[in-house]
Every structure is written in C-alpha cells, then in structure tokens.
C-alpha cells in the first residue's frame, strides 16, 4: 500500500505536470490548440472506456461456464454497430473541429513571412507599404486575438513550424509556401520548435513567442523593443 502510494503520487505528478507548461499542446492558449486539445482528450476518456469494457468483457468471457445462446449477436452489436457509431461520432467531431483548426472562412488580420533554415527560423513582418517593417530571428512577436496567417517556407531542407499552444504544425519546404493560421487568445510567452528532423542541431532550432496587445505589436514594429517585453503584466513565461 505504502509501495503503491510512493509510485503513484510522484507519477500522478509527473503525468499532470505535461499538461502546463510554455510548450504544451495540452495548454492551450489560443482556438486552434483548444479544438486539438479537445479531441485529444475525447479520444483518450473515449479510448480509455472502450478499452475498459473489452477488458469485462474478457472477464466476463473467462468465468463464463456455459455458451452464449446468441453469440453472432454479440459479434455483430461490438463488433460491428458500436465500431461503426463510435467511428462515425468522432469523425463528425473531428470535422467540426478541424475548421476550428485551419480558422475555415475567417478573415485573416495580417500576414507574417516564415523561413526556416539550418539552424534557425526567420520572421519578417510586412509593414502597411508591403516592405518588411521588422525582421527577427528565433524571436515571434505577435499581437494577441488577431487571426495571423504565416506563410512558411525553407531555404535548405524539410523543417516543420510548430507552436504546440497556438495550434496544428505544418511543414517548411525548399520551393513552397505552406500557410497556418494561428490566433493567440491573450498576451503571453510560449516557445515553438521544429518538429522534422532537419539535421544536427535540429533540436536546437526553437524560438520564442511573444504575445503582446495590439497597440505594444505596432510599437515593435516601429522599432521600439521594450514593446515585446513580456512581463508579468502578460503573463510571465512559464
Ligand atoms: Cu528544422
């Protein structure tokens, strides 16, 4: 009992302490991550039950003495019905929550340029001209609750844009645009990463978010850097 209660405090702990954190697709900070978030946790409680009830079901099956009188019905209630509108359930449910995911038909509020390469990710931020107001280097500055639509591309190999609290990630190729759009609900850090392998130093090829109020988001832009200071007034990195 005590044995029992030394391994599973500490991993209860272990297991909920990835559900936070400045890179945690289960700490979602913006609508995109929440509808990941959320089929991700319908699909572990629904797992979880199924997984139960084929186990009582064994049981069930193992202390059994005698036949069913009507086993092709069971065959074809668990076999065949509950698969079939379990299935059918989750699919509708993953519809529904994938445009949530891609932002379907919403309007975009601003672009901003992605480039992957080795070993670092480069942000260029278009001005009201068209021109680049403000290039940055590992560092994503971003105004919160505005739709913001990257355009990723690489100048070497395969990379893959990811910040697991705004949403989905997508891949950066040599010779193409690939665009996700990403909201951040409020002000805050986070962390991004690279999530292909794209050679020896991949692991290192991380960046920081900054999420900052609109009005701080034009002041970067204009070339004041206190503007992205993220403080405890928006939430201190985690
Ligand atoms: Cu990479």
Redesign the pocket.
């Known amino acids: 009992m005590r044995l029992a209660r030394v391994v599973a405090l500490p991993g209860a702990a272990l297991l909920a302490s990835g559900c936070r954190g400045v890179q945690s697709a289960l700490d979602p900070a913006g609508p995109a991550a929440l509808a990941i978030a959320r089929i991700w946790w319908v699909m572990l409680i629904g797992g979880t039950a199924i997984f139960l009830l084929v186990m009582a079901c064994l049981l069930w099956a193992m202390n059994r003495r005698s036949s069913l009188r009507h086993p092709s019905r069971l065959v074809l209630l668990g076999g065949l019905a509950m698969p079939t509108a379990v299935l059918l359930a989750l699919l509708v449910y993953g519809i529904a929550g994938g445009r949530q995911v891609v932002a379907w038909g919403q309007p975009v509020d601003r672009t901003v340029e992605v480039i992957?390469r080795?070993?670092e990710w480069e942000f260029r931020h278009p001005g009201a001209d068209g021109r680049d107001a403000r290039r940055s280097i590992d560092t994503l500055v971003m105004p919160a609750g505005e739709l913001v639509e990257f355009r990723i591309a690489s100048e070497d190999?395969i990379?893959?844009f990811w910040v697991p609290r705004l949403g989905g990630k997508i891949d950066?190729i040599p010779g193409r645009v690939n665009t996700l759009r990403l909201r951040a609900d409020a002000p805050g850090a986070m962390r991004g990463q690279?999530a292909?392998?794209?050679?020896l130093s991949?692991t290192h090829?991380a960046f920081d978010v900054r999420v900052v109020p609109a009005p701080d988001y034009a002041r970067w832009l204009r070339g004041d850097d206190a503007a992205a200071h993220i403080d405890a007034t928006h939430g201190a990195p985690r």
Do not use: D, L, P
């Open positions: 992957g080795q070993w190999v990379h893959s950066a690279c292909e392998f794209c050679g991949h090829m």
